[in-house]
C-alpha cells in the first residue's frame, strides 16, 4: 500500500516541486493540499501546469488550521511542511501529535539549539520537539533518518555549502578555520511572492550580493553542520548572491588545505562520504554547473588545489528547489522508510 | 518484459530528452545509445547531468552506421532516430530492415508527398518507406498509431500549430482561407550546435523573426496535417520567431471565424478532439504559456474570438523538446503499444 | 541657453530613461524631479545607476502636486509627464496652465475622440486640451509638432505597429481590412511595479499572450493612426506578448496585399515616408531584432511577401523604453523646438 | 579640431562598444575602422544597429595589416587596438611606428615584466614597448597617462577585482596575505565567437565557475596592480565565473581585517582614493549590482566587516565592456588628453 502524503503549503514554489515529484513516485501518493491565501482554489488554478490533468486539476487546495490537524489522521501517513518559520513548526508540532510524521521544510527544525534560533528568528514554538527532529541531510544522517518522525529538510545554500566542504573537515584536509563560502542563488530561492528586487526587468541583468558579512539566517544551519563533520567549532564567512536564473545554487567555497593536501585526496574522501546517496564527485578537471542538476535530486561536487595559495577550491552545484529542497525532503523520507534514496526521483534533470 | 529501446542521436537535445524520459519510463529500458561526433565518449562526459548515475553514466555512445544495423537486432525492440534529416531516414530505414520498430524524430517521414519532401530538403534517400509512416501525432492519428512500424514524430513548431487549429477546421467553425501562424520558439529548437545567432549575448535580448513568408521547412508539415483536417488544401501564413527562452514554444495563430462561431465552440471542439491524449484546453480567460509545459508532456490550448473583426485567436504552448518532439514520440509509441497515452511521462512540468 | 526640462515621474522606467538621455542632450538641462510614492527620495536613491555622480545623486524627487504647477513656472520650460493615466492629465493641465510645454508620455492626449479615451479609461480630466495635442510620431505628424504646446508621445505597441504599417496604408499597398498584429514585448513594458506576472521565475522562461482579441488598451491608439494614414477606418487583430527579456517590442504585422504590390515597393514607400526621422529600412533579406535596437532612438522596419498567401509580412523592432517612450518623446521636442529629430539621443544602442 | 581615432578590431564587443562612446564623444570622431574576418564588410553588415544612420552603416571596415599602418599617418591620431594577443601588439607596434598613439585593450601591454607575460600568453611580439606602457586605470595612474603614447588599458576581472581592494591595500586596512576573489561574470566577457559554453540554452540557466585554481589569465595583472598598491607582492586566489547576462561582473572578495579595520574606514579610503575618476563607493548598507552600471562608464564599490571572522568582504560592479574595457579606455585617453575623466562618456547606464 502507497504512503500517503499531505503537501502542507502546496501552492510555493517547494510545495509546486512536492507535487511534481510525489506524482512521479512510485510508493507515494498525494492524499492532501493544504494552502494559506489560496486556500479554496482549484490546483490548476493555483499551478496551472496541473490544469486538465485528470485526478489532479480539480482537487482543492484547503485551509490549514493547526487546531485541525487532527482530521487528517486517517488521509495521510506523512506530512510535508512548506510554510512560512514558525507557522511550520505550529503545523509541524500539531502534526505530529495527531500521529502524522513530519518532513518539515522550513528552517524550524534545522537547528538543535533554540537559543541560536530564537537568535535568528525569534522565539520557537515548539522547542520541546527540536531534540527528537533529524537534519534531514541523508549523505550525513543516513542512521538517525531511519524511522525518524521529524525531519527537518535542510536550507538550499546549506546543501551547497555543507556537501563539498564536510568530506574535507571530517578528513582533516582543511584548516577548520577561516573558510569562506560565496554562493550564488537562482531566483527561485526567494519564493513566489514577487517583491521588487525579483521583478524581472531588474533581475535579469542584475548580478547582486545581498545579506552579507554574517547576516544571512542559513549561517548558523551551516556553522552546525560543518562543525559536526569538524568535531570542532566552525565559523565561516557565508556571502549569499542572486544571479538572473531560476533554479540552482552554485557555491564555490575557500578552505585552508592542511599540509600535504591534494585535490585527489579531497575526492576520494567525498567519494568515501557519498558512496550512497545523491552526490556526483567530479573528475578530470570538470566543474559543477546549475545547468546539469536542474530538476534532478542529484548534487555534484568538485575540488580544485590552488598550489600557490594553498587554499582549496571546492565547489557545488545543486537544484536549490530538488537536491536544495523537495527532492532532498522525498530523498530523506526515503530513507527513513527504508527504500533507497533514489526512489522515485528525478536523477537526470531536464537538459538544457 | 521491458520494451529496449535504442537511441540513435543520443547527444542532441531531443536525444538527451529521450534519455530523461525512458529513464522514467516503467515499461521502457535504454538498450543502446548511438550518436555519430560523439561516438565513443562516456554519456557522463556527452550528458554531464547523468554523471555519478550507476549504470548510465559509464555507457559508451556508439558509432551508429546504418550498414550495421542488424547488429542491434536483438538488442533493441524499437529506435529513436534523432539525426539530421536524409540521415535519419537512412538509419531508419536499416533498422526497420533489421526488424526493429522505428520511431524518426527528424522530418524524414512526416511528409506524404515525396515531391514536397524533395522540394524542401532534397532527394529522399527512402521514399518508398513514406506509405507506411505514420505521422505521430496521437490526438489525430490514434488508429493508425496502433501497431505501427514506423511513427513520424511530428515537429515542434507543427504540433503547436495543428493542435489548436485541427479541431477548429474539422468542426467547420473557422474558414479554411486565410489562417495566420505567428510562433515564438524558444532557443533549443535550434539544436545543440553553437552559431552566432543563438550565441548568449546575441540572443537573451533580441526577439526577432527568421524564415519569414513560407520558408520555414516546417510549412508543408503544417498545411498536410491542417489540410487533412479540413479535408481541403490549406495554405497558411507561418512565421517562426526566436525568443529569449531555453524551451517553449508559444504559437498564436489567427483564422476568420465562420458566420456565427464562438469561443465557446471552438473550446468545445478542442475538448472533443482531445478527449483522449495530452492536450489541455484552458477555459475561464486563461490563455497558455509556455511556462506551465516545461518538462511536460502535455499541450496547452486556448481560443478567444475578436467580434469586431470576427477573427478567432487561437493560442498553443508547448516544450518543444517533450510535446514537440521527444515526449510525443514516446506517447506516440506508447498508443503504438497499446498503453495509455500518459504512461511514464510528466504531465506536470518543472515549476518554475 | 539650455533648454530646463521637468520630469514628473522620474522614478519610474519611463522617467529613468528620460533622465538618462536628457543628460546625454546638448540643448536640455534638468531643471526638476517630481514624484509620488519615492518624493523625498535622492535620486540616487530611486536610481542606484545614478549614485556617486556630482551634482546629480543628491537632487531630491520633489512631490508633484497639480495645484502647485506654477511654482515651476521660471523653473523648467517644458515638463515631460510620466505618471498613470488620469493622473498624468492632470499634471499636464496645470503645467499648460503654468505657461510650461508639455511632453505627456501616459495615453492621456494620445485619443483624439474623447469618447474613445472615456471608453477604455474612463473620464478623461482634461477633455478641453485633446484638441491642441499633438500625436508625437515625429515621422508622421511632423509639420504639427512644430511648436506644439502638448505633445502626445506614442505608446510602445503603437509605435511599432504603426511604424510599419503606416506607409503600406498611406500608399495603399495593402487593404485596409484584415490587418492582424501580432507584438511581442519586453518585461519593462509592465513598468517597475512588481507583480506576480513579472516576478523573475515565473517570466523568464515563460511566454504568453495577455489582453487578446481587441481588450488591450493600446488598440484604439493604434487604430486612429492607422486610420489616419489609410484615410478610412481601420480596424485591426492586435495580441499582445510578453516575452523574457527587459527591453523592446518586436511587432509582426500581417496584411493582405493588393495586387502588383511587392515587398520592394513596401520598402520603397517606407523609406519614402521616413526620409526624415529614425526608422531604418532594412533590405537584403535582413529582418528587425530587438538586440540591435536596444537602448537606441530608432525604429528597424523590413517587409517581406508572401506571394503563396497574397499577404505581406511587416516587421518592427524598437526599443521600448527609447523610440517607444522617452527618446522618442525627446525625439518630437526637437522637433518641436526646430532642432533636428536626433539631436543628442543615441542612435546607436548597447550592444550585446 | 577633434581627435580622429581609429578602432581596430571594430567588430568585435570592445569594438562595438567603442563605436558606440566614441559616437557619443564630443572631442572624437571616428577616422577609421579596421577589422580582421569582417574586413570589407559595411558596417552596417557587421554591426545591425548602426544601419540606417548616415554616415555611418556605409562605412567599411578596413583590412588591417600592421605592415601598412603607415597609411594611417595622417589619418588618425589615436587608434584603439582591440584584437587577440600577440595579434594587437603587433598592431600597436607598427601604428606607434607610424607616430600614432595606442590605446590597446588586448593583454599585450598590461604585464610590466615580459616573463610574466610569456608564461601565460606565450612570446611577447614587441618586449621593448612594455617600459613605456602605462596601465590605464585613470584611478590608480592618473599622473602617468598624461601625454602617454601607449596605454593598456585594462581586463575587465582586473578592473573589477583591483578596484576595491586597491584602497585598502594602500591604506594597510586589510593583510596583504589570503585575499580571495570570487568574481561572477556576464557572457559578453567571453567575446563575440559562438562557442558551445556561450550556446543560449546551455548558459541561460547555468552558473559555473571556470579556470579555477590560478589557472586564469588575468590573475597576474590583478597581483601586478595589487603589489603596486600594496608595496609588496600579493597572491591572491582568483575564481571566475561564468552567469547568465550579458554584460558585467559581480566581484566579492574577501581579506583579513587588520586589527581595528573597520568598514568606513574602507569606505573613507576608497573615496579618498577615488576623489578624481569614475568610481562610486556606496554607503548606508547598499550593495553593488551589475544593474546599475549596465553602459555606464562608473564602477560601484562597497564594503561588509564580518567582525565574527575578521574578514572584510570588498565588493565591486562593472560594466564589463564599459569600465571593464571600452570607456574605461576612453577615460584614460582623457586623462591622456588632459580632458576630464568622464568626457563624453555615459555616467548613467540603461535602466533597465
Redesign the interface.
Known amino acids: 500500500m502507497r504512503v500517503r502524503v499531505g503537501i502542507v503549503g502546496a501552492s510555493g ?1 517547494t510545495g ?2 512536492l ?2 515529484l510525489v ?2 513516485h512510485p510508493e507515494l501518493e498525494l492524499g492532501y493540499l493544504g494552502a494559506r491565501e489560496k486556500a479554496g482554489q482549484r490546483l490548476g488554478e493555483a ?7 485528470a485526478g ?1 486539476s480539480d482537487r482543492r487546495l484547503e485551509a490549514f488550521e493547526p487546531g485541525a490537524a487532527s482530521e487528517l489522521r486517517g488521509r495521510i501517513d506523512v506530512a510535508f511542511t512548506a510554510l512560512p518559520h514558525a507557522a511550520s513548526a505550529r503545523a509541524g508540532a500539531a502534526l505530529l501529535e495527531a500521529g502524522i510524521r513530519v518532513v518539515d521544510l522550513s528552517a524550524d527544525f534545522r537547528l538543535a539549539d533554540a537559543a541560536v534560533y530564537e537568535e535568528w528568528y525569534g522565539e520557537h514554538p515548539a522547542k520541546a520537539l527540536l531534540a527528537q527532529a533529524v537534519y534531514g541531510l541523508p549523505e550525513l544522517h543516513r542512521a538517525e533518518l531511519r524511522g525518524a518522525r521529524l525531519i527537518a529538510a535542510p536550507g538550499c545554500y546549506p546543501t551547497s555549502s555543507i556537501l563539498p566542504l564536510a568530506p574535507l573537515l571530517s578528513a582533516k584536509l582543511i584548516e577548520p578555520s ?1 573558510i ?1 563560502i ?1 554562493s ?1 542563488s ?3 530561492g526567494a519564493g ?5 528586487n ?13 545579506k ?3 547576516t544571512h539566517r542559513h549561517l548558523p544551519e551551516i556553522e552546525q553542520e560543518l562543525s559536526r563533520a569538524a568535531k570542532t567549532p566552525i ?3 557565508f ?1 549569499p ?1 542572486l ?6 545554487i ?1 557555491t ?1 567555497a ?1 578552505a585552508r588545505a592542511r599540509a600535504g593536501t591534494t585535490a585527489e585526496q579531497c575526492r576520494d574522501a567525498a567519494e568515501g562520504q557519498y558512496r550512497e546517496g545523491l ?4 573528475r578530470d578537471g ?11 535530486a ?1 548534487a ?1 561536487v568538485a575540488y ?6 594553498g ?1 582549496v ?1 571546492a ?1 557545488c ?1 545543486i537544484d536549490n528547489l530538488a537536491k536544495g529542497a523537495s527532492a532532498q525532503a522525498i530523498q530523506a523520507l526515503n530513507v527513513c522508510l527504508g527504500h533507497p534514496d533514489a526512489l522515485g526521483l ?7
Not at 346 to 352: A, I, S
Open positions: 514554489y509546486a516541486e507535487v511534481r506524482l512521479g499551478l496551472p501546469g496541473t490544469e486538465g490533468i489532479l577561516g569562506v560565496d550564488k537562482g531566483v527561485s513566489r511572492s514577487a517583491a521588487a525579483t521583478h524581472f526587468p531588474e533581475t535579469s541583468e542584475g548580478m547582486r550580493a545581498y552579507v558579512a554574517g565559523t565561516v564567512v556571502t548572491h544571479a538572473p536564473f531560476s533554479r540552482g552554485l564555490t575557500y552526490v556526483t564527485v567530479l570538470r566543474l559543477p554547473d546549475t545547468l546539469w542538476v536542474r530538476g534532478s542529484r555534484h580544485a588545489l590552488d598550489e600557490r595559495a587554499v577550491v565547489m552545484a528525478p536523477q537526470v534533470g531536464t537538459f538544457p
